[in-house]
């Protein structure tokens, strides 16, 4: 609903513009229409013209009706603050100033013979009240239209104080400019003459000239300002305390010129994220070595792919590892000339181990090595991926699954499938390296856990299951209180986001349909053969109202220690100078996004809201979000934890999480290509410092 709305709201301000420029330079030409008998015919016209922009203008304030009353006030506040004056005001001027007096005009040349306009009639159909409030109309559309696309969110009067100062400032100059031309039309016709074309066409682009040359200085500062620094350290930025103590004295410094709190200090005992490793000695359970190339890949359709790797194959190998386990990955870069880390989406291991590059380590760069060791404490769907340049790394292959099996053996003759879906550059959809459908005999009364992960960028991947019942056992790694059975059920993820779906193999064919038809996905029956089946209606899966309740750690009514707004849109700007429509945290791209502050220990609470138009998966590092309400209405079903909550326009989300992981954590949209445009902020926990750094002289690019 609010992506509709709001998409007719902006197409309505573009057609008010439109017509309110027509009908204001309509309305000053009256004047020239010589005899009685045109200004009546014009003046009827004029008069269509009013309910032509009415039309438009009402659409406007209709649509920011609708949202006032059907959303919260952060998807509706500038626009009830800014949008509906600048339209509403301008409108009424035209029904209440121009309307009446083109009325009387029509009348008044209806009364007399046709002949040439005398110096009363042409000063009043040249009138500012009467031609002003068509042009004030077109104003009004442009400045709405700006902070359409430039929202001033979070919302301030500052923000918004120079473009309505500008409008006033303009209206202001074009009521006295019809004036003194309505008075000389009185006097004399001589005086006014309607200037041919080219002369007014070199007017405008006057005009226009000296807009470009006023506005270029302010153009090319912001451009300037924009660029990202040489050198940044992660463990600085705008701070954004949530409502908890600012820690006294200084250490930390803000790295912006406009921060929003005061700097956050190192208290007393600082600690390195390089001290925050996993266990450093013992013999590890699980060794793994991956090694970072670039290879030419094969998909099952013969499809070839120029890859970047890891152990030569895409996605990378899967690393399976029981709970519990000390494991120990070596890293290798063999020819990746942008540089390598591992990064283990979903699993919370420690700072040191998170792989981010310019925030835990440095790039592994080619003929490097570098050792990761954790204990996998948590069971569940993970995957892993490079944190350096990782819009490319993950597009281009260098990513894998991760599964954490629980402690207890699993059922002896358990199919367990790990379903990576990907889309690969010139060769499409995939799961894992197979763009076609693949085939699997699995006997009647098996056991099956299909392990979700939508590698992807852009893609809300679609997957549907048809042939039986089954449950989701977990989102995001953690499993699920109580799932209940599901039937014609059609899961959604998008970028970094798992579902772990289980059920039991009936004697017929199930096929795990990805995406529409039957192009893509697995198709298993007792032997393997069969037809495959087509798709039912379906409806989506609704987490927040799925299995029982169980006990949480804390929930919606506990007292937080902080609480965070994370408001996602987007708006025209810069980033890194270039100019272009970016997707906005705090109304800010990255370095300029603010970073949460916590203390160990603290209970967080963050409402993260979707003013956008497109989806934004956003993804904590190092911790378990607990969903505690969608769109205000709180989860009733099973606990659901995640780490990678798939935000749509128009939704709000309240999730909260325990601060029991110290380090610099990064906290960003996993459709990777908005993160590399900026749309990445980070948690930080107080006192954690890092020796390491990003930016154009480092050799470390983490998005
Ligand atoms: Cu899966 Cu910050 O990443
Ligand atoms: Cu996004």
Redesign the pocket.
């Known amino acids: 609903m609010y992506g509709i709305v709001v998409s007719i709201e902006l197409a309505s301000v573009l057609m008010l513009l439109v017509l309110s420029l027509i009908a204001g330079s309509k309305a000053s030409k009256l004047v020239f229409h010589g005899s009685n008998d045109r200004l009546r015919i014009r003046s009827r016209k004029l008069l269509w013209w009013a309910v032509y922009v009415s039309v438009a203008a009402c659409a406007v304030v209709g649509c920011v009706a609708i949202l006032a009353v059907r959303m919260g006030p952060i998807f509706w506040i500038d626009r009830v603050a800014l949008h509906i004056p600048l339209v509403g005001v301008p409108v009424l001027f035209v029904w209440f100033s121009s309307v009446p007096k083109l009325i009387n005009l029509y009348k008044d040349t209806k009364k007399e013979a046709d002949g040439p306009v005398d110096g009363t009639l042409r000063s009043r159909a040249s009138h500012a009240s009467l031609v002003a409030p068509f042009q004030l109309l077109a104003l009004g559309a442009l400045t709405t239209f700006y902070f359409v696309l430039v929202p001033p969110i979070p919302f301030e009067w500052l923000d918004a104080a120079i473009p309505v100062s500008l409008f006033a400032l303009l209206s202001v100059a074009l009521w006295t400019m019809h004036r003194r031309r309505s008075e000389r039309a009185g006097r004399s016709d001589a005086a006014l003459k309607l200037r041919s074309w080219p002369i007014r066409a070199l007017r405008n682009v006057g005009v226009l000239v000296i807009a470009a040359a006023v506005a270029a200085p302010f153009f090319v500062s912001a451009m300037n300002a924009s660029r990202l620094p040489a050198e940044l350290d992660m463990g600085t930025g705008v701070a954004d305390y949530g409502g908890g103590a600012a820690p006294a004295g200084g250490g930390q410094h803000d790295h912006t010129a406009h921060a929003a709190g005061k700097p956050a200090s190192t208290s007393a005992s600082t600690v390195s994220v390089t001290q925050l490793t996993g266990p450093r000695t013992g013999k590890p359970d699980r060794q793994y070595t991956l090694t970072a190339e670039k290879k030419t890949v094969r998909l099952s359709s013969g499809k070839e792919v120029d890859a970047w790797t890891y152990n030569g194959q895409i996605p990378g190998p899967e690393l399976r590892m029981k709970e519990g386990e000390l494991v120990e990955v070596t890293l290798i870069n063999k020819d990746i000339d942008d540089g390598v880390t591992i990064?283990w989406?979903?699993l919370d291991v420690p700072n040191a181990e998170d792989g981010?590059a310019g925030a835990t380590q440095n790039a592994v760069m080619p003929g490097e090595t570098y050792t990761y060791r954790f204990l996998a404490e948590q069971v569940g769907t993970f995957?892993y991926?490079s944190?350096q340049h990782?819009k490319e790394a993950?597009q281009k292959g260098l990513f894998g699954a991760l599964v954490v099996e629980p402690r207890q053996p699993q059922a002896k003759d358990l199919k367990d499938i790990t379903v990576i879906t990907h889309v690969w550059r010139g060769a499409g959809f995939a799961i894992g390296s197979s763009d076609t459908v693949e085939r699997m005999s699995i006997a009647a009364g098996t056991p099956v856990r299909i392990r979700l992960i939508n590698t992807d960028d852009w893609v809300r991947q679609t997957y549907t299951l048809i042939g039986t019942e089954f449950q989701v056992a977990a989102i995001d790694g953690t499993d699920l209180n109580k799932p209940g059975t599901l039937q014609n059920t059609r899961l959604e993820l998008l970028t970094?986001g798992r579902y772990d779906v289980t059920f039991t193999m009936p004697d017929g064919p199930v096929f795990l349909s990805v995406g529409e038809g039957k192009k893509l996905g697995l198709f298993m029956s007792p032997d393997g053969s069969g037809d495959i089946p087509s798709s039912p209606p379906t409806v989506p899966f609704e987490p927040e109202h799925y299995g029982s309740p169980a006990p949480t750690p804390f929930d919606a009514d506990s007292r937080f220690d902080r609480e965070f707004t994370m408001i996602l849109d987007n708006k025209l700007g810069f980033y890194n100078g270039v100019f272009s429509s970016y997707d906005t945290i705090n109304g800010a791209v990255f370095p300029n996004t603010p970073m949460f502050v916590v203390k160990e220990g603290d209970l967080v609470k963050t409402t993260i809201v979707n003013r956008g138009s497109v989806d934004h998966p956003m993804?904590l590092?190092g911790h378990h979000m607990l969903v505690l309400s969608r769109n205000e209405e709180r989860v009733s079903g099973s606990p659901w934890w995640s780490d990678?909550l798939d935000v749509a326009p128009g939704e709000t989300y309240e999730v909260a999480f325990r601060a029991d992981n110290p380090g610099i954590w990064?906290d960003?949209c996993?459709n990777l290509q908005h993160?590399a445009a900026g749309m990445t902020m980070h948690l930080m926990y107080e006192g954690v410092t890092t020796p390491f750094m990003i930016g154009s002289a480092t050799s470390n690019h983490?998005e």
């Open positions: 990064h989406h979903g981010v995957w991926h944190h990782s993950v970094g993804h590092h990678t990064m960003h996993h993160a983490p």
